[in-house]
């Protein structure tokens, strides 16, 4: 089937370790608990819940106010909202003169340049006819002429007489922070389609007549105060009345449209929006210059004014939100992943054995299931004169006798069914099985064993007891003992246990009673299984394999031998049921 090739018919799902602890459960629903409040918080505090739409606005404003002002070489004069606000300053803005310089009667002419801008001369050699720069009032005419008693400066062609006046100090408007601003502002969040101003649906007439915007006792008024403006901006009007500057009226709208919490209500904060340090800072302030015109007796005149003042920027922010089920679900499964801390803080509990270090080890071995690559094999070695077990790594360079040991684990012989197998053997089981293949020797033990199997003793090199056959692979170059001294093939148990065909017979049926015998590689197969279970029991650590030592596999061997004198070998890998590997060939 191909969707079975592709993987498509299959479903993997996760294995998960179930800890019966009383412990780690109320430490994980405390932990589980807390993460849910603090999501619950958190989308209260956030309104998660709520889908937001960013306002759309206009502006329109107003200024107020009159001032008589006294000008140098004019006198008193009354200014109006038509002359202290001047020409629109563009969206949203709108701008209130605090102090002016007024240049009266200026003519087309010839004049002396004003010293800061023009260099000073003495003959007019030093002048440039024709001349003029970024700074020059006018055209130089080439001539040298007198601009005060002591200094001489070069002439110019220009609007005579040149400004020539510092701004004054204290500011002339000073009393414009008296004027006052209505500012209307009409907002739309397109997305739920609402539409509101800052001149709310409650007020009345008389409430907005007369009322000034106070941030405690009247929030909500959209008249302001100028003066309020600048303070509130933590600035001093008079100073800043002096050289100009620009200051900014935020508009926020921070609006909830759900029925039951609904509000929409703007929040008025204002900021200096220029350079504050105006000491520090070279050209501060701000300022622009405007003429008025006049024909007299047919010579056109102008009079100039240098107008400093303050520039108010309105500028507003805003969203609107409203509840929003796919938002809510959005929000839900974003959260989702911080209960994965509960797992990782608990994991880290247990595994750094600060939890309890019984439970690490027991919770270590059945949750982690660790498989080796066929090519970084374990092996596990038992010698006759060690009480241990050795797990070995299988090496490409030593025989498995000489590599050292990466871990050592004690053995646990399993008594009770060695018991039941001796007690079967002294019982005495049935022998004259169907024999299918007499000739082989299989099933009945061979006493006429040829001599030349015997081991030829004392030729391997890493051999201890004298007895090991010689062996091909490193792995399989391994002896029953670590030390020199007697071979195990030599002890009694041995021949009973391992070489005994009732033995192996009772074995096999122990394991499948319905087993037909009728080949010698049945019970050679089945010797190594019983050796297996002899001294490596349940005990050989999972990963690893065990493996027989060379001299017990020649006298196996020598005991069952094959007609064509082929072996497959007990099989290295991992421990197979006992039964398919009485079976096995
Ligand atoms: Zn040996
Ligand atoms: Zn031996």
Redesign the pocket.
Known sequence: MPCVLLNLCEYDTQKLVKIKSVKLGSLKWTLNGVILMFICIMLLWNKGYQEYDPVVSSVTTKVKGVAKINIPDIGEVVWDVVDHSGISQGKNSFFVATNVIVTQNQKQGNCPEVPPYGKLCRTDKDCEKGFSDQYSHGVQTGACVKFDVMKKTCEVSTWCPIENKKRPRPALLASAENFTVMIKNNIRFPAFNYIRRNILPEMKDTDLKGCIYNPYTNPYCPIFRLGDIVSEAKENFEDMAVEGGAIGIQINWDCDLNRIFHSCLPKYTFRRLDEKESNKTLYPGFNFRFARYSTVSGVEQRTLFKIYGIRFDVMVFGKAGKFSIIQLIIYIGSTLSYYALTTVFLDWLIGTSCYSKEAKQNYSERKFESVQDREECFLCVSF?DEDKLRVVKKSRKKTLQQTKALSLHQRKNDLASMRTLISVMHCGPSRGLPVQNGQSGGLSRNTDTPLLEK?QSGSQAW??????VPAATLHEQL???LGKG?????SPIFSTLILNPSVLETALFYVDPLAELHEGAQLRHGAYSQFIRWRFGDSTPRDAVPVI????VG?IRAEYPSPDDKYSGPRLHQTTPPQAEFNAQ
């Open positions: 006759v081991p051999c201890q007891c004298g007895c090991c002896c029953c003992r007697r071979c195990i093939t030599s030592p060379s001299c017990c006298r």
